[in-house]
């Protein structure tokens, strides 16, 4: 399964933007496969990786303290695609975002879970 994450881009605070991932492919070959919960999380220049937010395949969603309220995360099942709407946007936001896609494949009545990553994608914001 490969994500492939839209281009993040250089935004003024107090500006907006939107991030895409899409993921195609599947696990194994001749497997059914269900791509469970997805996420976003950031990594900014000499900090830890971070979630920022997670949406089940339901739709169940939940969001970093800090970002609450101000991005929205959504996902399209019937194109394995997941969106991250960034609203207000500040320069605390600057780092890189990665997608992630936690797939269950089942092969000969064998279920495996799969963790898979975006390229990572760099969003900046200018004060």
């Known amino acids: 399964v490969q994500l492939v994450e839209s281009r993040g881009g250089l935004v003024q605070a107090g500006g907006s933007l939107r991030l895409s991932c899409a993921a195609s492919g599947r696990p194994l070959i001749g497997s059914t496969f269900s791509i469970n919960a997805m996420g976003w999380y950031r990594q900014a220049p000499g900090q830890q990786r971070e979630l920022v937010a997670a949406i089940t395949s339901g739709g169940g969603t939940d969001y970093a303290a800090s970002v609450k309220g101000r991005f929205t995360i959504s996902r399209d099942n019937a194109k394995n695609t997941m969106f991250l709407q960034m609203n207000s946007l500040i320069p605390e936001d600057t780092a890189v975002y990665y997608c992630?896609?936690?797939?269950?494949?089942?092969?000969?009545?064998?279920?495996?879970?799969?963790?898979?990553w975006g390229q990572g994608t760099q969003v900046t914001v200018s004060s």
């Open positions: 992630k896609a936690d797939v269950t494949a089942v092969q000969a009545g064998v279920s495996f879970t799969y963790h898979y």
